[in-house]
């Protein structure tokens, strides 16, 4: 449900941003037809130099999304995104997955939660929040270029009463995109401790409290992070 509010709220901002834009156009003489390639072009251009930015996710890349909508079809299909909404930030980065979507595994409903452990919540970073984590240890481009490939994600925190579980798994567009993901984890993220991968298999640990593992056949470009500890040394918000 965030992940479509927040997919919303981009097109709902963008949409906004689009239409004073327009208006402005159309009293100094100009049209948005012919304003487009340089707004696509400098919106495009400050992407990597904006991803803590607060807004710009809403604002100008919802603003791009509703251009590149206009690019293709006009108002008309900027109406029709109203009808038949984004549901992911990947969809506004990338407007072509919006036009022609790929089904998204429900990775918390297909990989249990290891026993004796009963899920609380579930969530989601989705593509933009990946792109802000990873671009905590690599140039931002590079950030964009991985999490690009970024298919689906799912935070469960889960709980057996003693013991408080958070789990990250994450599905790919290809092996390979996930072999990039893995590599670039291994070498710079100290903060994702357990990191397990294996071809048609992942193994979900539960780390340092000596349950064994549970495993899930699933494809090969899932990656799955598991960090366990007990409620009573769980850190305060």
Not at 29 to 54: F, H, M, Q, V
Not at 199 to 205: D, L
Not at 222 to 232: E, G, S
Request: proline share 6%.
């Amino acid at each position: 449900l965030f992940r479509s509010m927040n997919a919303f709220a981009a097109l709902s901002e963008g949409d906004a941003m689009v239409t004073a834009l327009a208006y402005a156009l159309q009293r100094s003489g100009k049209t948005l037809a012919s304003y487009l390639p340089e707004a696509l072009r400098g919106i495009t251009a400050d992407e990597p130099k904006r991803l803590e930015t607060p807004g710009y996710y809403e604002y100008s890349l919802g603003m791009r999304f509703v251009l590149e909508l206009y690019q293709r079809g006009g108002f008309r299909a900027v109406d029709d995104a109203f009808a038949h909404p984004p549901t992911s930030s990947a969809e506004i980065l990338h407007v072509e997955r919006y036009r022609q979507p790929r089904p998204a595994p429900s990775l918390a409903t297909r990989i249990a939660v290891p026993a004796p452990f009963t899920p609380l919540f579930t969530d989601s970073y989705g593509e933009l929040g990946l792109r802000r984590i990873l671009a905590k240890c690599v140039a931002p481009e590079r950030a964009m270029a991985l999490a690009a490939d970024w298919q689906a994600d799912a935070i469960t925190l889960a709980q057996d009463g003693k013991r408080q579980m958070s789990r990250w798994i994450m599905a790919w567009r290809s092996d390979a995109a996930a072999q990039a993901y893995e590599d670039t984890v291994n070498r710079c993220m100290w903060m994702l401790r357990k990191r397990v991968a294996k071809k048609g298999t992942i193994t979900v640990t539960v780390e340092g409290l000596g349950d064994g593992d549970a495993t899930a056949k699933y494809a090969g470009e899932v990656l799955a992070d598991v960090l366990a500890l007990p409620v009573a040394t769980r850190p305060r918000p």
